[in-house]
């Protein structure tokens, strides 16, 4: 057996030391309401209140961080002129103090040493760190191109790492939000109707009729905004339908429940066209007005009735019937929603064109209940030398991706395994607010790509799995705690949120944008960073757009006048989509010139051998993936997942509520801990189901290690989209052990 270059080194062996939370969860989540507490706590007096928008999850929500007078963070509440939150945090939101107390944080730079021929760390000196990074940066550079070096991101300290790798001369990016999650309903939406959906997506949810959801998981998911439209828009009378092979939160709030067996989502969208134009109900108006390839479309979805969808969907033909004519009885007030991940199959760029399709007949995009117009507002440029043009960048590594429009993590991890043919070697990394071993599916391949690295850094928060394989780990503060970026985002109306710290950072850590201009002042590009805090790039541009940083700090947040266009179509508007053709196009020309079907097509996938179950995952509406389960607030709220198991699976294999048991996946990966098994009829027999962003094996999560199963452990394979490089992970089955198949349980 080799001997990894890169060895997995477990932080907890450092034996840092850390400091009790002030604010324990019991006070923020106890047997009494949250609000209670609140008043219990008296938390109104002398407080001091700071603008920030949450960095829990990518909703960014706008918030006020509350201070006492030890300048201990004490809660965080929304910001009620933000029309991301309204006024209302999730758990997650109001959860985020945890992030800031938690004792178990990375608290000073890591630098990776060999002691008594074994791979440790050692804590370092900000200068040590950085000096170090410096000389092996410059190093690859001079002698591999600053190309070769990668950056692998989420979140906003991505985006100031970003700055720093286009000084260099790199735009050799990748997030796994773009593969993994989103990135096939851009594509799917762009190419019907020349619009990407962005985030937040342009749903007006508050004013639907009926709002399908395709896997969609609403409620648990926890996007703030949508989640309080879609709770208005039920008490109103809206109709929900929700296809998923589970009963969901969102499945359970709906007239219609379509428990749709796993991957023939497409058959099913294929059937709805059928209904929907043999029976005229789609838009024919709209249609004729903006569409394009319609009698195309209709030859081909002739022969796609309810009775053919039935044998591979198992959702009965009368069914079908009747959630179309709900769509159709509701149209133009109709969503059938793009979803957030759609990664699923491996077709998800043709599955969420389907979608688009779907809505192109039912005449929503653009109209009130439907899609609406989004509009942001630009942030000025804060004035810097021009970049450096890239030799080759994430364009070249995934060409093979027609529609790639993003850098996509696969390739690049595959970019940095030796190979003769690989024309574009990446020879380091930059992590930051990815947590790729609880991300990227196929360990075995990430983990190879890792050890043939020269260098990688990881920038931080928390001992995340990744920070293991890092050779020097930088301790960033929470967003609690740093200026960055002000947010703009597409919405009804556009506005502006500023962060800014509530409190100083911290232990040793630093925030992003102090990380990247110390890096390019030591690689010779400082001249691209020409502040001495973020705060003078913030001023600058907040009085650029007519405001100022004093106004920011009382309000929180800026919302502005619509000046692009009227939220939806005026009757009988000449409007031009951003397709090809100005229209929505059925019948893509764009994806038959690359070789795709013009429109989509139901491809069988495969189904789980006999004694495994489809591995299905999701998410819980107080976690965000696996970045919260230590968080001492959240903890509380859900310490593990659990296997949801259908009655009839139970009694065949003699499990019981609340046993634990071991999985196997298709390729032998056995988890290495167990779960609790949930018994329920709220999913299909042949599936089983498990909330993601558990199961963390570092010691150093002192409330999170070990706590159920880590479902990406168990994705070794993975279908790739063909058009856009998306890596579909919905095509692995599992058998339930009942007994520990890991004859080595020390990790």
């Known amino acids: 057996m080799t001997t990894s270059r890169r060895k997995f080194i477990k932080i907890s062996a450092l034996g840092l030391g850390g400091v009790a939370a002030t604010t324990s969860a019991i006070n923020m989540f106890g047997a009494n309401s949250y609000l209670d507490n609140l008043v219990k706590q008296d938390l109104t007096k002398n407080f001091k209140r700071t603008a920030t928008y949450c960095e829990v999850c990518f909703w960014k929500c706008a918030a006020w961080t509350h201070t006492n007078e030890k300048g201990e963070i004490k809660k965080i509440i929304g910001n009620d002129d933000d029309p991301h939150c309204y006024g209302r945090l999730c758990p997650r939101g109001t959860g985020g103090v945890g992030m800031y107390n938690d004792e178990d944080r990375l608290k000073t730079p890591l630098i ?61 990016f ?44 609403f409620g648990e998911n926890m996007h703030n905004s949508p989640v309080q439209e879609m709770s208005d828009a039920i008490d109103k009378g809206a109709t929900i339908i929700t296809v998923d092979p589970r009963l969901s939160t969102a499945a359970s709030k709906s007239k219609h429940w379509l428990a749709i067996k796993p991957g023939t989502d497409i058959a099913l969208m294929l059937a709805w066209m059928n209904v929907l134009i043999e029976e005229g109900l789609y838009d024919k108006e709209y249609v004729e007005k903006y569409g394009l390839g319609f009698d195309k479309l209709k030859d081909h979805v002739k022969t796609f ?102 850098g996509l993590t696969f390739e690049v991890i595959k970019a940095s395994i030796p190979n003769p043919e690989n024309k574009y070697p990446v020879k380091a990394w930059f992590v930051s607010g990815v947590n790729l071993p609880k991300s990227i599916p196929n360990k075995k391949l990430l983990e190879e790509a890792m050890d043939n690295l020269e260098f990688m850094v990881v920038v931080d928060t928390m001992p995340m799995d990744v920070t293991g394989y890092a050779d020097v780990v930088l301790p960033e503060c929470t967003y609690l705690e740093r200026y960055d970026h002000i947010r703009s985002a597409n919405n009804r109306e556009p506005s502006i949120a500023l962060r ?28 691209y960073f020409p502040y001495n805090d973020f705060k003078e790039v913030i001023e600058w541009q907040l009085k650029k757009m007519g405001t100022s940083l004093e106004e920011m700090e009382k ?18 508007e000449n409007y031009e989509f951003g397709t090809q053709s100005g229209k929505i196009e059925f019948y893509s020309q764009e994806l038959k010139d690359l070789g795709f079907d013009p429109m989509p097509v139901y491809t069988k996938h495969p189904e789980p051998p006999q004694g495994f179950y489809r591995l299905n995952y999701g998410r819980a509406p107080m976690h965000t993936f696996s970045r919260t389960a230590n968080n ?5 709220l859900k310490k593990e997942n659990d296997l949801w198991v259908n009655p009839k699976v139970a009694r065949i ?37 498990m909330v993601h962003g558990f199961g963390h094996d570092n010691k150093k999560l002192s409330r999170a290690y070990g706590k159920g199963i880590n479902d990406t452990q168990l994705i070794s394979s993975v279908m790739v989209d063909p058009i856009m490089g998306g890596t579909g992970m919905r095509g692995n089955f599992v058998e339930i052990l009942t007994e520990n198949p890991n004859t080595n349980t020390e990790i």
């Open 632 to 636: 001492p607030n959240l903890h509380e």
């Open 174 to 217: 990748a997030e796994p939000a773009y593969a993994q999650c989103r990135g096939g309903r851009e594509t799917g939406f762009a190419t019907t109707f020349g619009s990407w959906i962005g985030s937040p997506e342009p749903t007006d949810i508050r004013d639907t009729n009926c709002l399908v959801l395709i896997g969609s998981h």
């Open 653 to 689: 294999m003699d499990i019981k509520q609340g046993q634990r048991v071991w999985l196997r996946n298709q390729d032998g990966v056995n988890s290495v801990f167990s779960i609790k098994v949930r018994v329920t009829e709220r999913i299909r027999w042949d599936s089983v189901y």
């Open 112 to 172: 990776r040493t060999t002691i008594n021929g074994e791979q440790t760390f050692r804590e370092a000196t900000w200068e040590e760190a950085l000096d170090l990074i410096a000389s092996k940066v410059n190093n690859i550079k001079e002698n591999n191109g600053p190309e070769s070096i990668a950056l692998l991101k989420h979140g906003s300290p991505g985006k100031h790492l970003e700055q720093l790798f286009k000084a260099w001369g790199s735009d050799t």
């Open 305 to 406: 009735t309810p009775e053919w969808a039935y044998g591979i969907t198992t959702i009965k033909p009368e069914d079908i019937r009747k959630t179309a004519r709900e769509m159709g009885k509701a149209a133009p007030a109709v969503i059938i929603h793009p979803g957030r991940h759609v990664s699923w199959y491996g077709d998800d760029a043709q599955r969420e064109r389907a979608m688009a399709m779907l809505n192109g007949l039912l005449g929503s995009w653009g109209r009130r209940g439907g899609f609406y117009f989004k509009e942001s507002i630009k942030v000025p440029s804060y004035p810097l030398p021009k970049f450096p043009t890239p030799k080759w960048g994430w364009k070249e590594i995934g060409a093979k991706y027609p529609l790639a429009q993003m």
């Open 500 to 527: 800014m710290p509530a409190v100083a950072p911290k232990y040793d850590s630093k925030p992003a944008w102090w990380i990247a201009k110390q890096i390019g002042e030591r690689t010779g590009v400082g001249n």
């Open 555 to 572: 309000i929180g947040v800026k919302n502005f006048p619509r000046k692009s266009r009227p939220l939806f179509l005026r009757d009988n």
